[in-house]
Nanobody
Framework: QVQLVESGGGLVQPGGSLRLSCAAS????????MGWYRQAPGKEREFVAT???????NYADSVKGRFTISRDNAKNTVYLQMNSLKPEDTAVYYC?????????WGKGTQVTVSL
């Protein structure tokens, strides 16, 4: 059984920073894509960023230049460094790990950007 546990969410003022972490436990084949998605109240879940096991990254236009995704393959952990946060970044952030054989999701961590 694979579990993804996110951490690092919280309340931050506009312009502030947060770092999200997602640790995968269980049997995960090393070749995969790890990523972050988010869902704001009343909206559908949307793509934020992904990183392949080889280190290739992709970002949503809305976060380019502000967010950085990284991973530690030895620890099966993916990170999301979020800088210059805006109120519109407020959402529940979900971790995802997938490859052609599986697709796992975490339970999410709340990020709130407000004064």
């Amino acid at each position: 059984q694979v579990q993804l546990v996110e951490s690092g969410g919280g309340l931050v003022q506009p312009g502030g920073s947060l770092r999200l972490s997602c640790a995968a436990s269980g049997s995960i084949f090393s070749i995969n894509v790890m990523g972050w998605y988010r869902q704001a109240p009343g909206k559908e879940r949307e793509f934020v960023a992904t990183i392949s096991s080889g280190g290739s990254t992709n970002y949503a236009d809305s976060v380019k230049g502000r967010f950085t995704i990284s991973r530690d393959n030895a620890k099966n952990t993916v990170y999301l460094q979020m800088n210059s946060l805006k109120p519109e970044d407020t959402a529940v952030y979900y971790c995802n790990v997938r490859n052609p054989s599986y697709d796992y999701w975490g339970k999410g961590t709340q990020v709130t950007v407000s004064l």
